[in-house]
């Protein structure tokens, strides 16, 4: 099936109805910024076959029931009148394997209410069109079951649909999942011939066993040697017996041993990562505790020395000159008191002789007399007021003659406070560089911590995300559990060996019987029913060791592909990406590691780039290995966004694989776009890496068609209800 054509009108954010892209034959490049529509386009192509687009995590389960005029443009809601039906379509045109034309449409009405109301007008409708020689005419199906079995059958199958198209890295993730053996397994047998020779071991067993059935009845009806036959049924019949309670608890054995080793892929983890994670557990813990160590040594270097800074008066280091001038204005400052106060005593009227004390003063005052002149003094009279200023407390003070100078005691205490200041602060050169060092080499040790504590949360946080942990702890849990499944194993396994020898000997005996009860009956058995009887017994040995023999084969193969892959993906990126080596478990099935030059496996310590370019070189070599299928040469690759995690060498060589690998292909990214200067907001091709891409893909004989997903200049990409997507073919 080639897809020829999809077009868009009013599906999500493509508003409008000029939506086109034309497809072609190798690989369809579809580039576009976030938000500009890559992932709406890849819905585009499930939805329009299945009715259903992806959910957040890129799984296809959101039914046109579940979003209903969430699948149409916000820009055709806002825009259509209240009243109005608005719809959304999706046409895509195809050839399948047939070169039968097919067109497939669905479309979904909703009406707007009011404001941004709308009632949904039922389900999506989905018509199917096939050409015939002049025109396109729609199928009469029979319902959904008759719409799904028509694609199915004619379009592309939907249980391999997961194999082939995927979005993101987890997309790819899902289809190859090489942390369990099982779904690897499982993928293997979906994607190759080998259930054939399934189905064939199945009928060998059947026939075989229809066969024993009719040897035994006609045992049964034999006379001859009546007793002899009777003794060497019924050690047949306690043979099958003790065969059957072996096989029942081989059976239940081989069930455990399978449960486990499920269990241990489900662990996604080995023993040795346990004692990793502990390790690194260890060790994060001894980096927090000197963190800790060193932060309060650190914080305590600070703290001592603001304390310092004034306790120990390192505040004034280098300020000697401003003490000697402070104590030489503070002596000027008495010598001014002493000589202000001189002048002062100077200035005061003299006492008179024979002055009075002031009891004399106080009854002259009474008696309003003057003792001294004989003569009345009235009070009020310039008399009385004389004698008045007679008294001490009206004489004239020093103080009452020059102005106070009040901060003697302070300059006093400021002195003595300057003297020990400057004492002290004569140590500061010494401490202030052991302090110095001191501090500077925390700061140092601090830095030199976080940087190992930063590097060993790097390598915590790629192992948890290797093997899907939620922490250390976990881990470590999960460790100790792998290492129970571990013994759990090796103890069923023995167990299974015993019983397998046991089977063996009980086996072997049971040929002997039969031989020997074969040769008692003589000519009275059909000898064609022995014949038949040995033929299905080889036949079906047979069956199961040619299985064993293609399977084997089919590993050879898929290992030698998935290395092509692997080796042409990775070679040009300039570091150490090993071999894909698939290892076999016990249960038969394989499982795959990135191996060194000296076989030693890897892969715990590859990146997240390496371990995604071997689950694509395994997808590729599947899809390609089978040449019966030929699923790669059928259908189309659609991926989105599927090598975020690759650089641009990488993502290169992995677009060459992919273009020759698919006949057809449609991969959305956003790589080889770059800022637009002369477009606020808006991108521009990056036309150097488009062109080296063409050249390599020209060289190849692959195809390359690119279209660019652009917003409008004007339209502000942020807003939903003014999106609409421009295809631009390039």
Not at 218 to 223: G, K, L, M
Not at 344 to 353: D, F, M
Not at 549 to 570: C, F, P
Request: glycine share 6%; hydrophobic share 30%; with cysteine.
């Amino acid at each position: 099936m080639k897809i020829l054509k999809i077009e868009l009108e009013n599906f999500m954010c493509y508003s409008g109805t000029r939506n086109v892209i034309q497809f072609t034959e190798g690989l369809n490049l579809i580039l576009g910024g976030n938000g500009y529509g890559k992932t709406k386009l890849y819905d585009a192509f499930n939805w329009v076959l299945f009715d259903k687009i992806t959910d957040q995590d890129g799984r296809l389960t959101l039914s046109t029931q579940s979003i209903k005029e969430g699948l149409i443009s916000k820009r055709a809601l806002a825009e259509v009148e209240d009243n109005k039906e608005v719809t959304a379509v999706v046409r895509l045109e195809v050839v399948n394997d047939k070169s039968k034309h097919i067109i497939l449409e669905r479309s979904y009405k909703t009406m707007k209410l009011s404001g941004m109301e709308f009632s949904g007008l039922g389900k999506s409708t989905l018509v199917i069109s096939e050409k015939d020689e002049f025109e396109y005419k729609p199928l009469a199906l029979d319902g959904l079951t008759g719409i799904d079995e028509y694609i199915r059958e004619q379009i592309i199958p939907l249980d391999i649909l997961e194999y082939l198209w995927f979005q993101g890295e987890r997309g790819i993730k899902r289809a190859v999942d090489t942390s369990s053996t099982t779904k690897l397994q499982q993928v293997i047998n979906k994607l190759s011939y080998i259930d054939t020779w399934e189905r064939f071991i199945s009928a060998a067993i059947d026939t075989d066993r229809r066969t024993k059935d009719k040897f035994d009845k006609a045992v049964r009806r034999s006379d001859k040697n009546q007793e002899k036959s009777n003794k060497l049924q019924s050690d047949l019949q306690s043979i099958q017996d003790k065969l059957a309670k072996v096989e029942k608890e081989l059976g239940i054995n081989k069930r455990e041993i399978e449960r486990a080793d499920e269990q241990i892929d489900n662990l996604s983890m080995s023993e040795g990562v346990r004692d990793d994670l502990r390790n690194l557990s260890d060790e994060e813990n001894k980096l927090k505790r000197e963190l800790t160590e060193t932060e309060r040594e650190y914080n305590d270097i600070l703290d001592k020395a603001n304390r310092d800074l004034f306790e120990d008066f390192w505040v004034i280091h280098g300020t000697e000159h401003m003490a000697k001038k402070f104590e030489g204005l503070r002596e000027d400052y008495i010598y001014s008191r002493h000589e202000d106060r001189k002048r002062a005593e100077n200035g005061l009227p003299p006492i008179p002789k024979g002055h009075p004390t002031a009891a004399h003063l106080n009854k002259m005052l009474k008696d309003e007399h003057c003792n001294i002149c004989n003569r009345p003094a009235e009070k009020g009279s310039e008399a009385y007021e004389h004698i008045k200023k007679l008294l001490p407390e009206n004489y004239p003070r020093v103080e009452d003659n020059f102005d106070p100078y009040h901060h003697e005691g302070s300059l006093q205490n400021l002195s003595s406070s300057k003297y020990r200041v400057t004492h002290h602060s004569e140590d500061f050169e010494a401490a202030s560089a052991k302090v110095t060092q001191r501090y500077f080499m925390l700061k140092d040790k601090w830095k030199k911590l976080e940087e190992e504590s930063r590097k060993t949360e790097e390598q915590k946080a790629i192992l948890l995300s290797r093997y899907g942990l939620e922490s250390v702890e976990s881990g470590m849990r999960q460790g100790e559990q792998y290492m129970l499944l571990g013994e759990k194993k090796a103890k069923l396994s023995k167990e299974i060996g015993r019983l397998e020898v046991q089977k063996e000997e009980l086996s072997e005996e049971q040929k002997k019987k039969n031989k020997d009860l074969e040769n008692l009956l003589g000519d009275e058995m059909d000898p064609i029913l022995s014949k038949q009887m040995k033929y299905f017994e080889s036949l079906l040995s047979a069956a199961k060791e040619a299985k064993e023999a293609q399977y084997n084969k089919l590993v050879d193969l898929l290992s030698r592909e998935t290395n092509q892959h692997y080796e042409a993906i990775n070679k040009h990126s300039g570091a150490f990406f090993g071999k894909v080596v698939f290892r076999q478990n016990s249960k038969g099935g394989y499982f795959p590691e990135i191996q060194n030059e000296n076989g030693e496996s890897v892969t715990s310590g590859m990146s997240t780039s390496q371990l995604l370019s071997m689950q694509f070189s395994i997808l590729f070599a599947i899809l390609s290995a089978n040449k019966e299928y030929g699923y790669n040469k059928r259908y189309p690759l659609i991926a989105d966004a599927p090598n975020s995690a690759f650089d641009a060498k990488k993502k290169k060589h992995l677009l060459r694989q992919i273009g020759t690998t698919f006949e057809q292909s449609i991969v959305m990214m956003f790589e080889y776009l770059e800022n637009d200067p002369d477009r606020a907001n808006r991108y521009k091709v990056d036309e150097g890496g488009l062109s080296e891409l063409v050249d390599t893909m020209r060289k190849e004989g692959v195809n390359v068609n690119i279209i660019m997903l652009d917003v409008p200049d004007g339209i502000n990409s942020r807003d939903i209800n003014e999106l609409t997507v421009q295809i631009k073919n390039l």
